[in-house]
T-cell receptor, first 113, second 113 residues
């Protein structure tokens, strides 16, 4: 089983719908992240959480919200999806030591029509 | 704020030729630097990282990168390209003591037989 699991892997939704992307990890890491990937733009940080009670906005948080349900679970919600939120979304985890690598899930491809 | 510049979104290289991907960073403090690879329909995988030890870092699959503080660069090289190296490559930086990664826009590498 993958260390970082994202569900669903693919999703098509309509404009205005609420959608939740889920992430769970078995790494035992405290830190979790949500990134968005767009062609030619690389990955941009949406939200991050350094522990269950700590949630922080990243560089592109508008239109998104998150919930850290447990150390192992971090979900991303789009309250009212819009077409320019069509992208590939990645969840990642890391431990607390500076300079350690982030471990990424397989990604969720979201299309908003 | 930290940022990463990767020039040339698409890079074509002949099989057996040198692979060179350039990465320049801006950071007010010595950063941690990473190269990640993304194969088609996969998540990101760490190739190598610089964490203030040796300036020449060796990674997986024959890749290496050299940290040059005077040039604020962390270029990725591989002496001889294989067909299996076709993927997208991302340079990323995180500031000291913080694991939030800032990514470059990526290089899509195409290997020509």
């Amino acid at each position: 089983d993958a260390d970082v699991t994202q569900t669903p892997r693919n999703r098509i939704t309509k404009t205005g719908k609420r959608i939740m992307l889920e992430c769970s990890q078995t790494k035992g890491h405290d830190r979790m992240y949500w990134y968005r990937q767009d062609p030619g733009l690389g990955l941009r940080l949406i939200y991050y959480s350094f522990d269950v009670k700590d949630i922080n906005k990243g560089e592109i948080s508008d239109g998104y919200s998150v919930s850290r349900q447990a150390q192992a679970k971090f979900s991303l919600s789009l309250e009212s999806a819009i077409p320019n939120q069509t992208a590939l979304y990645f969840c990642a985890t890391s431990d607390n030591r500076g300079g350690t690598e982030a471990f990424f899930g397989q990604g969720t491809r979201l299309t908003v029509v | 704020a930290q940022s990463v510049t990767q020039l040339g979104s698409h890079v074509s290289v002949s099989e057996g030729a040198l692979v060179l991907l350039r990465c320049n960073y801006s950071s007010s403090v010595p950063p941690y630097l990473f190269w990640y690879v993304q194969y088609p329909n996969k998540g990101l995988q760490l190739l190598l990282k610089y964490t203030s030890a040796a300036t020449l870092v060796k990674g997986i699959n024959g890749f290496e990168a050299e940290f040059k503080k005077s040039e604020t660069s962390f270029h990725l090289t591989k002496p001889s390209a294989h067909m299996s190296d076709a993927a997208e490559y991302f340079c990323a930086v995180s500031p000291y003591g913080n694991n939030r990664l800032a990514f470059g826009k990526g290089n899509q590498v195409v290997v020509i037989p």
